[in-house]
């Protein structure tokens, strides 16, 4: 009988693969076929780039080479951190983002901790115009210990006559990796705890196939892999970590596609749906080179550039001369408008080489400062001494909260850098990176403020409110400090 079973199946499927769309509409046939497109760490690079083909070239991939229907079988989810990234995503607080992704016909997201970056006020707005939940069993209220109501845990979805079962995980990290403020009413639990708990639940409510999208990485799937294989979990994406892999580990399908839209998985099973068993499962990463643009999404994407283009021709302050590229008048506002945004901080640090462009004569735009510090790069919290932190000044390192005197480096409050005190100091994550440098020797765990290195100065240039009759240029500091 089983071998006879066996070789029905095995029928069935070889004509499923031959027949696809016929097989799909067929309810009398037991094999089901799922594809599921994953992405993670979206991170708002809708438009097409140098490295990739965005969510134009994304969708042109599924509809051309995966067949991809909105009303297919498809199943396509995120591992979460949508939206923070460059201007087009971060300006609009990733409504755009939002547009976008609710056209690529996602289900279902993982909750990211840059999720929280904008505010949970905005996280809600988000996700009111969001087409598809964000999941996460793990983040509870600290008060009530009760799960947020701007989440779920779960949802269970039918396609293609299966009843699947999509759960939420987030990063542990959440409340040192996103602003910590922002989620101060929330405690993060457990992965295994609130699996264990949620499952049964998901079956109990008719579940045959599950899902587990986390916003967690390798090595966290692979610790769960074992249980989640005991408990009935199928697949599990992630995400976080910027990883790129699909591997079989533990009886368990594990995917993670990057970052970025660089790439997206792909897994394709094959569900018996009398004997409510996966017959076969198949994954797949796959590039998504600027190659074949979907017109409807990219007219979107259009749009929010043209938008964003008002956005960044805003006049944010006026200047009656040049302010130079290398000179210390740039260099001292642009870590002081650090420290004005974060004064939690005592000492800022940033490269010249980050600093790309002069300001001319005339009014100064967003689009000017974007010229100026034209990079994605974040600010990061470091607690070092002061012996650490001279051992990490370089030529090209230029610095806010302090100025080198006859007698050592002077802190604003008049005080002297003290060896083995240790000092709250702002750097990017570019340097914090650098080889030559020893910051990660220093601070291991430093706090990313998720602040762009540029914000800070179109603030502090807001704030300020120059005119023609009170350029900007009078504000500034124009000694060297080093
Ligand atoms: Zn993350």
């Known amino acids: 009988m089983k071998k006879i079973k066996i070789l029905i199946l095995a029928l069935l499927l070889f004509s499923c693969q031959q027949q696809t769309a016929n097989l799909n509409q067929s309810d009398d046939n ?13 991170h708002g690079w809708m438009e097409p780039n140098d490295k990739n083909g965005g969510a134009p070239g994304l969708m042109g991939l599924w509809k051309n080479i995966d067949g991809f229907q909105i009303d297919g079988p498809f199943l396509v989810l995120s591992g979460g951190d949508m939206w923070t990234g460059p201007a087009i995503s971060t300006l609009t607080s990733g409504q755009s983002m939002v547009e976008v992704m609710n056209m690529l016909g996602y289900s279902a997201a993982a909750l990211g901790n840059h999720e929280f970056d ?23 209220e600290k008060d009530s210990g009760n799960r947020t109501d701007f989440t779920q845990p779960y949802i269970i979805k039918e396609l293609n006559d299966v009843s699947i079962g999509i759960i939420g995980l987030t990063t542990m990290s959440v409340p040192t990796t996103t602003k910590p403020d922002h989620v101060a009413e929330y405690i993060f639990t457990p992965y295994a705890e609130e699996l264990s708990e949620i499952i049964p639940q998901v079956k109990s409510e008719g579940a045959e196939l599950i899902i587990l999208i986390g916003h967690i990485c ?9 249980l989640a ?17 699909e591997e079989q580990f533990a009886g368990v399908t594990l995917i993670q596609s990057g970052s970025c839209y660089d790439n ?3 897994v394709e099973l094959f569900f018996d749906d009398f004997a409510d068993t996966v017959i076969s499962i198949s994954s797949s990463i796959q590039a998504n080179p600027d190659s074949i643009r979907d017109i409807s999404i990219e007219s979107v994407v259009s749009k929010w550039r043209s938008r964003l283009d008002k956005t960044l021709s805003e006049v944010i302050g006026y200047t009656s001369s040049e302010i130079q590229e290398k000179s210390p008048e740039m ?10 945004v974060y004064p939690a901080a005592q000492i800022a640090l940033t490269n010249t080489g980050g600093i790309r462009q002069s300001i001319s004569q005339g009014n100064i735009t967003v689009e000017i400062i974007f010229g100026v510090l034209p990079f994605e790069n974040s600010i990061l919290e470091l607690d070092l001494t002061g012996r650490e932190l001279i051992d990490c000044l370089r030529s090209d390192i230029v610095f806010s909260g302090m100025v080198n005197t006859v007698d050592g480096y002077k802190l604003a409050d008049s005080s ?3 060896s083995d005190s240790t000092y709250k100091v702002l750097t990017n994550d570019y340097l914090y990176s650098r080889p030559d440098l020893n910051y990660q020797k220093y601070d291991e765990d430093p706090y990313d403020t998720s602040i762009n290195y540029r914000q800070p100065l179109i603030d502090w240039l807001k704030n300020v409110n120059s005119t023609t009759e009170k350029p900007i240029n ?9």
């Not at 408990?231 to 910027?242: A, V």
Request: charged fraction near 25%; glycine fraction near 4%; proline fraction near 3%.
């Open 30 to 42: 037991p094999v089901k076929r799922i594809v599921i497109l994953y992405t993670n760490d979206e």
């Open 118 to 140: 904008f505010s949970v006020d905005t996280l809600r707005k988000r996700l009111s115009e969001m087409d598809f939940p964000i999941l996460a069993a793990n983040i509870r």
């Open 218 to 226: 390798h090595e966290e799937m692979r610790e769960l892999a074992p």
């Open 229 to 245: 294989h005991e408990l009935g979990i199928s697949i599990i994406g992630g995400g976080h970590c910027h990883q790129l892999f």
């Open 264 to 266: 997206y998985a792909r």
């Open 331 to 340: 260099q001292n506002m642009i870590t002081d408008s650090w420290l004005f």
């Open 416 to 418: 002297i850098l003290h």
């Open 474 to 482: 009078v504000h500034l500091d124009t000694k060297s400090r080093r």
